[in-house]
């Protein structure tokens, strides 16, 4: 079950991540770009991620700050954040918690087989907790672009 409707006030969350623990309450006053991907190292995460990062600095600039979350390990987190050289933080989501809250836990399918996993997908909250947009089953080419369009729309 989802909590995530467009113009109200997004979930609160804290978790672990590569910079130490971070909290959706403690990016009041800017905006945060939240994206939930499925694997680190993963061909679609691994380009998502570095689509971001391409952006980072006009996302920065615009006054977002971006954050990826996953299920994978922090160790796993700090060996792709170090690999990729991303300028954000990956956060955490062992026991998938956040995830439910925002409703990104599906039911998906490969080789025949179905299964429950995060399905890709990026919420703009904006400097007031408000959630302003919901991108769900996220195809990654271009994405990055069309975040930061609506980043600097806000």
């Known amino acids: 079950m989802s909590n995530t409707d467009v113009g109200k006030k997004a979930p609160p969350f804290t978790l672990a991540g590569t910079g130490?623990?971070?909290?959706?309450g403690g990016a009041a006053g800017g905006a945060a770009v939240i994206y939930f991907y499925p694997r680190d190292n993963t061909p679609?995460?691994?380009q998502?991620?570095?689509d971001f990062s391409a952006a980072?600095?006009?996302f920065k600039k615009a006054g977002a700050q971006i954050v990826g979350i996953s299920a994978d390990s922090l160790a796993a987190h700090e060996r792709f954040k170090q690999k990729m050289a991303f300028?954000?933080?990956?956060?955490?989501?062992p026991d998938k918690k956040v995830c439910r809250l925002y409703g990104v836990i599906q039911e998906?399918?490969?080789?025949?087989?179905?299964?429950?996993?995060?399905?890709?997908?990026?919420?703009?909250?904006?400097?007031k907790g408000?959630?302003?947009?919901?991108?769900?089953?996220?195809?990654?080419?271009?994405?990055?672009a069309e975040v930061l369009a609506a980043v600097k729309a806000l």
């Open 130 to 144: 408000v959630l302003r947009h919901a991108w769900r089953k996220v195809r990654v080419k271009g994405h990055a």
């Open 56 to 58: 980072y600095a006009q």
């Open 87 to 93: 300028p954000f933080h990956l956060l955490s989501d």
């Open 44 to 46: 679609g995460c691994t």
């Open 48 to 50: 998502e991620g570095a």
């Open 20 to 24: 130490g623990s971070w909290s959706l």
């Open 108 to 127: 998906k399918s490969m080789y025949g087989k179905k299964f429950l996993g995060i399905e890709r997908s990026t919420f703009l909250i904006d400097g």
